[in-house]
């Protein structure tokens, strides 16, 4: 008659069990060495593996960051009831955004711009401020701040293919203002036109909740003369 063996390991006690036979079995002192000995080597291998997966993956991936100032400067620059050691963080908090931009520039690693959308404060229609921000903080040209947030991101992101820039074949995505946003970013925050994949809207107009953009444009100043 067959039987199904189950095997539990109970402190230094292995028991078998089946439907009729119950057996103990003491392992001895070197045998529970070596049971400990054999934990202890298929962790470090499995530690080993997952390293060296990690780094073969990672080895086909360029190094990328996506900056996000915007999140953290409402707690700067808001009390909203936060105590000196929040405020104190949230000082640290966007200086190690400021450095990680700026460093990874400095050493040629991609860097795209994104907003957090989902933090306090943040919307869906403020990316410009981003580039504001990119553009006066990290002290890059605003040049350089609109390509991070078209064909860099979309590279980053593996569409530049589809759009990013215009070109021929890319889906028709870009907007027009009334004034030069290499000269001042701020006038991206009202455009006159809208592409987006060949659909035209004129002079598009967002629902805004009027006490946060009070808000977003008090910080806006601090920073800018600051």
């Known amino acids: 008659m067959s039987q199904t063996l189950l095997l539990t390991f109970i402190s230094n006690r292995i028991t078998m069990c089946s439907k009729k036979v119950f057996i103990y079995y003491i392992l001895s002192k070197k045998e529970v060495l070596i049971l400990k000995l054999y934990r202890k080597i298929t962790l470090i291998l499995f530690v080993i593996f997952t390293i060296f997966l990690f780094v073969f993956i990672i080895s086909f991936v360029d190094p990328t960051l996506i900056t996000t100032i915007s999140p953290a400067l409402p707690f700067v620059f808001l009390d ?6 929040e405020k104190e963080n949230s000082k640290i908090v966007l200086k190690g955004i400021i450095d990680c931009a700026k460093t990874c520039l400095e050493n040629n690693i991609k860097v795209g711009l994104g907003t957090d959308t989902a933090c306090p404060y943040i919307t869906h229609y403020d990316m410009w401020r981003e580039l504001v921000y990119f553009s006066h903080i990290i002290g890059v040209s605003k040049k350089y ?24 074949g890319k889906s028709a995505d870009f907007i027009v203002v009334d004034d030069d946003p290499t000269i001042d970013l701020k006038t991206i925050r009202y455009p006159y036109m809208v592409g987006f994949r060949g659909r035209i809207f004129k002079k598009p107009r967002v629902k805004k909740n009027k006490n946060v953009e009070e808000k977003l444009d008090y910080i806006m100043e601090e920073v800018l003369t600051n």
Request: net charge negative; hydrophobic share 45%.
């Open 80 to 85: 909203e009831d936060l105590t000196e050691v």
């Open 145 to 168: 701040a609109i390509y991070t947030a078209t064909l860099n991101n979309a590279e980053i992101l593996g569409i530049d293919h589809l759009t990013g820039s215009i070109e021929i």
